[in-house]
């Protein structure tokens, strides 16, 4: 008898998790179930009438490591070859990164020269922090803040400055709450391999799984830093789809999920008062939960409280997204963009330079610059008040705002969209590791046919998603065998 897996959760990950279900040889009925109206989740592009593409979430991904190679690989599978736009290594999108401090832009130092001198706004040649870290002992805590870390290693200023921005433009969050061993496991793990993080990063870690993709070799030759696809992010999941409904998928959108609850078979009985079934529920024998955690413990049934509790206290941080288009204007510099530290301004992370990463987006009406301001994250009530009640107007104004400031453009823009990302990005506080172990622990224990995917768990990148879905249905089908 064929097997059903329900997968709860339309966005990257569980729509990765339907692909490799559904190509696997003796693929189970498999059935996807969002709440929401479309699938995708964060992965959400507006594309205009003249061409131009507006990026709501992840903008561009990262090729390198496992994790990149694996979503190359993906992305090779699909035929979207020809839509990658990449951004190579000698691009200034690559080369140039800012941070806003002190009033001013300053560019990150690169290359020998801008370790060697004094580059603003640090006080000293960051040769002296690398020479640091090379002489700092190993840590002895099992988990450490980032900014304690980092701290510790290379200094306070690398920390209070560079790192504060950092993790602001990565997590949208504090770096003194972020946990190093979960938020940057390869450095953590380099530090207590080799004493050293820079030494263990150079002498590396072992090699991962073969993952290798013509796409991915001409990453590496190329040494892309990043690279999305021509239509948007967005035509990732919608290839997906694709794909999925070929294989005869199940995907069921407006499905609002009440209760999750174990039935005497051993199977998982998912109950929705939307979802368009005879019985008004999906019997299934596991369950891949891609939903947000927290959303999750509101749907387990009280027997199972200890992995609920857990599960409520993996917060996450609201992020306003506000896409600009300035058609005629140009920027006083080009990069990637800039990353504005908490003490300069908390509730503005970053501003990044669409249009110089990837030109092709800026659609047919001329010359234009587009930017994406962002906004909150872990200050966001702090700066705006509840992301459920702040006026669209007050983001807009604010972003407006800073592009005067900071890049000098004071011309209105000629189009503005404006999304309130709501609990979007997964806070990894310390401790975290802790957390997904018990909850590990506990559903072997318990011998529950629940997976847990997600950006709640195991890193929050468009690459973690994808690469954790893809490892939890290899489990699942090696179980079943």
Known sequence: ???????????????????HLARSPNAPKIILLEGSGRLGGWLHSTRTEDGAVFEHGPRGIRPAGTVGKNTLLMISE??????????PGDHPASKNRYLYVSGALHRLPSGIGGVLRTVPPFTRPLLWSGLRELAAPRGTQPDETIHSFVSRRFGKELADIAIDSLCRGVFAGDCRALSMRSCFPALFEAEQRRRSVILGM????????????????????????QWSLRGGMETLPEALQDFLRRRGVEMHCHAQLRHLERTAAECWQVGGSRITLEDGSVRADHVISAIPARALA???PGWAEPLAQELRSIEAVSVGVVNLQYNGATLPITGFGHLVPSFEDSSLLGIVYDSVAFPEQNGSRGPSVRLTVMLGGAWFEQGFGDPDTVPQAVLLSRAKEAVRAHLGIVAEPSRTIVKVLKACIPQYTLGHWQRTDTMRRYLEQEGLPLSLIGA???????NDCIYS????VTRLLDQAC
């Open 298 to 300: 509101v749907l387990l």
């Open 202 to 225: 150079a002498l590396g870690g072992g090699k991962g799984p073969a993952l290798d993709s013509a796409l991915s070799r001409r990453a590496h030759d190329e040494r892309w830093s």
């Open 78 to 87: 699909l035929g979207l070859d020809a839509d990658v736009l990449p951004v």
């Open 456 to 462: 709640s768990y195991q890193g929050v990148s468009v």
């Open 1 to 19: 008898m064929q097997r059903t897996v329900a997968v709860v959760g339309g966005g990257i990950s569980g729509l990765t998790a339907c692909y």
């Open 469 to 472: 879905a893809k490892l939890a």
